[in-house]
């Protein structure tokens, strides 16, 4: 067993509950922990052999330019769609921060961390 981490993969993205938000945007730092079977792939040297993480880059690419509301609504739906794009991904582990996020105040990030 094994993990393959894909770490702090920027956004500019538009996701957010304000008006302001969803126009002007905002920059998104998404990091995501695959647990597989890395056997094969350490024997063999063949991608066919492992998760292309080329690929999950892709498909968190994708859901990062669907606008959402809430930073757990987006996590959700990368979690589902890495689960049946790569079946054979056991457990992930996924985090999403807001930098600078408009909460009236100076804060680094709001993040929200889901797993499976």
Known sequence: MGKIILEQMEFYAYHGCFKEEQIIGNRF????????NTAA????????DTVN????????????ETKAHLLEHIARRILDKV??????VSGMKLRISKMNPPLGGKMHAV?????R
């Open 29 to 36: 730092i998404v990091s995501l922990e695959l647990e597989t």
């Open 41 to 48: 792939a350490e024997i063999s040297d063949k991608l066919s």
């Open 53 to 64: 993480y080329q690929q999950v880059y892709n498909l968190v690419k994708a859901e990062m």
């Open 83 to 88: 689960m049946v794009t790569f079946p054979v």
């Open 111 to 115: 993040s929200v961390e889901l797993m």
